[in-house]
């Protein structure tokens, strides 16, 4: 089955620097590519997701980047605030799996951000 | 009911007894979905629905037993609880025409 590994666990930056959180994944079928928030005590919220056809998609401050050869994706927060810190994972989706075009996800481990004022 | 919910929010359960854990969602959404969240190792899946009538196993479905009776309802059953299934449960669903996965409020889920 897929196995994501997310990297780093722990993020500590200042206000207004960039954060990048990196991911890879092992099945080559994997498709489609969603980032997701949680905030302390909070459910997930998905915060931008990108599909295997495209390289890279932004929205506003937030961008996703893919490499399907190197199987490796990455989300990148430039102008970081303080409200961006929470626990952000990573995920892929095999279409292949549960017999349906929808597929199942797999998530990485998740990224602690801190963002200090 | 907006959206997805969970219920109970808390419970602290006694090792061997059995448990069901809630969820509903009015998004019509076909999919459903169970996880559990565990420090350091993210959310990983234990069962899932396609749609009603059927469910598949995820990643971890040892110990845990699901049914869709219909589209709205997704019950996780702990026939027999264990102290390794401590931890946060999340139910979730999505549509088949979107990617997008939408959590319930979660599950803590402490056995004793």
């Known amino acids: 089955g897929e196995n994501v590994e997310q990297h780093p666990s722990t993020l500590s930056v200042q206000e207004g620097d960039s954060a990048v959180i990196k991911c890879t994944y092992s099945d080559s079928a994997s498709n489609y590519f969603p980032w997701y928030k949680q905030e302390l005590g909070k459910r997930p919220q998905l915060i931008i997701d990108?599909?295997?056809?495209?390289g890279e998609k932004k929205d506003q401050r937030i961008a996703v980047t893919l490499n399907k050869t190197a199987k490796h994706f990455s989300l990148h927060i430039t102008e970081t605030q303080p409200e961006d810190s929470a626990v952000y994972f990573c995920?892929?989706?095999?279409?292949?799996?549960?017999?349906?075009?929808?597929?199942?996800?797999?998530f990485g481990q998740g990224t602690i951000l801190t963002v200090h004022p | 009911i907006a959206g997805i919910t969970q219920a109970p929010t808390s419970q602290i359960l006694a090792a061997g007894r059995r448990m069901t854990l809630r969820c509903t969602q009015d998004?019509?959404?076909?999919?459903m979905y169970w996880y559990r969240q565990d420090l350091g190792l993210g959310l990983r899946l234990i069962h899932y629905s396609n749609t009603a009538g059927t469910t598949g196993k995820g990643e971890v479905p040892d110990g845990y037993s699901v049914s869709r009776a219909n589209t709205d309802d997704f019950p996780l059953t702990l026939a027999s609880a264990v102290p390794s299934q401590t931890s946060v449960y999340f139910c979730?669903?999505?549509?088949?025409?979107?990617?997008?996965?939408?959590f319930g409020p979660g599950t803590r889920l402490t056995v004793l």
């Open positions: 998004m019509r959404h076909n999919a």
């Open positions: 990108i599909r295997s056809n495209v």
């Open positions: 995920a892929a989706r095999d279409p292949r799996a549960g017999g349906t075009s929808y597929g199942k996800l797999t």
């Open positions: 979730a669903s999505s549509h088949r025409d979107s990617n997008e996965q939408f």
